[in-house]
T-cell receptor, first 110, second 112 residues
């Protein structure tokens, strides 16, 4: 099992550009999450999904969109990147009780 | 919404000394509590979890935590730390809808 994987590992964007972060899990988990991690703020939930075809907003959803067309994949999109979206993004999946995290994606928006 | 407070942003400690990392959560009917560790440039790994049963929970790497309902706390402890324990530690709480709320993290710095 690869567990939870994230693509890409690192990306630099210019303000206004768009991109998609991919999260994949091979554990058949129902729940998937996208977080951003900023210094001194812990992890903040952006969006999450309770199953294939479903998505819901978390604490900080503005500027992001998500899709869960397949159970194993959870995509995070930035339509028009802003410097405030410079962060480390973590994906997680969960069967119910415990979350399993990916290695993270570092995003720098100039 | 649930909230988690980690009062100490940084904890310096000497090797082989004991350590306690504090975590308090907002009260709720059902409480599921977790501690995660994050080593530099890595994702989060589960250290231990409390779902029900014994209030003293043992985790990996010699860590343990005690659930205290009256004080709404879930402090993490280790009797003797190693250099390799240097990392950031996050406390988290899960609600009945499988949403997780994280504290702001505590950086443990173990000095030789």
């Amino acid at each position: 099992n690869a567990g939870v994987t994230q693509t890409p590992k690192f990306r630099v964007l210019k303000t206004g550009q768009s991109m998609t972060l991919l999260c994949a899990q091979d554990m058949n988990h129902e729940y998937m999450y996208w977080y951003r991690q900023d210094p001194g703020m812990g992890l903040r939930l952006i969006h999450y999904s309770v199953g294939e075809g479903t998505t819901a907003k978390g604490e900080v959803p503005d500027g992001y969109n998500v899709s869960r067309l397949k159970k194993q994949n959870f995509l995070l999109g930035l339509e028009s990147a802003a410097p405030s979206q410079t962060s480390v993004y973590f994906c997680a999946s969960s069967p119910k009780e415990t979350q399993y995290f990916g290695p993270g994606t570092r995003l720098l928006v100039l | 919404a649930q909230s988690v407070t980690q009062l100490d942003s940084q904890v310096p400690v000497f090797e082989e000394a004991p350590v306690e990392l504090r975590c308090n959560y907002s009260s709720s009917v059902s409480v599921y509590l977790f501690w995660y560790v994050q080593y530099p440039n890595q994702g989060l790994q589960l250290l231990l979890k409390y779902l029900s049963g014994s209030t003293l929970v043992k985790g990996i790497n010699g860590f343990e935590a005690e659930f205290n309902k009256s004080q709404t706390s879930f402090h993490l402890r280790k009797p003797s730390v190693h250099i390799s324990d240097t990392a950031e530690y996050f406390c988290a709480v899960r609600n009945n809808f499988n949403k997780f709320y994280f504290g702001s993290g505590t950086k443990l710095n173990v000095k030789p």
